[in-house]
Structure formats: C-alpha cells, structure tokens
C-alpha cells in the first residue's frame, strides 16, 4: 500500500507540473497574441491619422493654390506695365502694339489667352515679317521681339511702288523708293515674282547695286526674258532662271566694251553698242 501510495503521489506531482507548464504558456501565448493586436491596432490606427493628414495636406495645398491665383488676377502683377517692340525695321512699333490690343492697364493673363491669334493677324497684314516672339518679363512687362525680311527691290503697280522681300512676297505701298534697289515693272503673277526673286538672290553682291530696273518681256520664244536696264547705261536681255550664273561675267564685258550697248545672255553671252 506505501508502494502504491508513493507512485500516486509522484503522478500527482508530475501532473501538477505540467499543468503549471502548460499554464505558463498558454499566459506567455495570451500575452504574445494581445502584443500582436495591440501592435497591429497602433499601426492602423497611425496609417489611417497618415491619409488623414496626406488629405488635408492636399486639400490645403490646392485652396492654397486657389486663392494666390485669385489674388494674381486682382492684383497689380496682372496688369501690364510696359510693352517694347525690338527687330522691327518698317513695322511701325506703334501699329504692331495696335494690333496687339496691349496697353498698360490692360489684363497680361488676357494678353497671353491671344497671343496666338495676334501673332496669325501680324503675319497676315505684314508680308516682310519673318517671325514675332511674345515674353512677359519681370511679371507684367511686354516684350514683342520680331524679325523681317530684307526689301530688295519695288514693284511698280499701277503707278505705285511696293517693296518686295528676299521671300518674293509684295509687301508695304512705299511712298518712296530707297535708289539701291532696283525697280521691277510688268510682274503681275505673284509665282513669276517669287522665281524671279529667287535667282535674283543668287547675284553676285557686286552687280546688285548697279542695276536700276528690271523689266519682265517674255516672247514667245523665251517666256522667262527679262530686260534689265544697268546704272552705266547698258542694257541686258536674259532668261531669269539662269541670268545669275552669267551676271558674274558683267563687270568684265562692260570694261571691253567701247560704247554702251546691250548684252544679250539668253543663249550665249554677246554684245553690241546701241546705233543712234
């Protein structure tokens, strides 16, 4: 009976043992899990106050936003102070800010929604512009900066003169004519003009400012001759698409001549001293 007593109360002890184990770590395994929630709770609870203040960062930024664009179009900033106009040669500045409907005051914001149309409309009534730029500067300060094309010759039209830029495109009425550039006579169709201007471009820097008038003559065996009519009184009958090529030849053939005369480039190059 002792025998068995002992081993009953050895069981007991073991029991008693494992219980107080299992306890231990069902408690560490409680506090494990409640750790993990807690954890878990904190960090939702801190990624949901960071959306909270992304979005009242985002809301404050565009009413932000809102309100300087609110004061820009109410305060001083919007309204132009100056306008310039630099590069122009014949443009009237004055009939360029015209046309631009720009004057101190007036709202830049405005200014800028038209640029586009206003730089169209400046290039339909101005056949010598080359190109228009539109800066603000400083805020509310205008710079227009444009360029032209160089005149190089008039044409006379019904007893008016009318510059003609190096592009070939007829240009302003002129009042009067600068005498370094020719005058040209009977260039009625605009793409005759444009060819003729083309080679025309091509002389030699030398010959230009000795010719004083360039008359188109077609015949019906050269549809291109021209009648060029030179400072020192001589006279040259050449087909346009290829006179430049020949022209260099000029300053020679003229010092060999005796009397003025005309010379003929059409086929080759000959000439022969005017009978009076």
Partial sequence: MKG?????????????NNFRVNHQISQDNDFHNQYKF????????????????????LILAEL???????????????????????????????????NMNAKPGDSVFRLMAHTSRFKKYAFEQNAQLKSIHVRIHKWNHVNVKMSEYPVIAYLSRHNHYYAVTNNGRTA????????????????KASQKLRS???????????????????????????????????????????????????????????????????INME??????????
């Fill in 64 to 98: 932000l936003v809102i309100i300087l664009i609110a004061f820009y179009f109410v305060s001083p900033l919007n309204r132009i102070s100056s306008v310039s106009v630099r590069g122009n040669r014949t443009i009237l500045a004055s009939s360029m800010i015209r």
């Fill in 172 to 187: 302003y009425q002129c009042t009067k004519v600068n005498q370094a550039y020719p005058i040209l006579v009977n260039f």
């Fill in 38 to 57: 807690s954890k878990s709770r904190e960090e939702a609870r801190y990624k949901r106050l960071k959306r909270l203040l992304a979005n009242f960062a």
């Fill in 196 to 262: 003729f201007v083309k080679t025309y471009r091509q002389l030699p820097n030398s010959v230009k400012p000795d010719i004083d008038k360039i008359v188109y003559s077609p015949t019906n065996i050269d549809p291109d001759r021209i009648h060029v009519y030179m400072s020192d009184g001589n006279q040259i009958y050449a087909n346009y698409k290829n006179w430049q090529r020949k022209m260099k030849y000029y300053s020679a053939i003229s010092k060999s001549m005796k009397k003025r005369g005309t």
């Fill in 267 to 276: 086929l080759g190059v000959y000439s022969k001293a005017f009978r009076h």
């Fill in 4 to 16: 068995i007593t002992m081993k009953f109360d050895f069981n007991n002890r073991e029991n008693v």
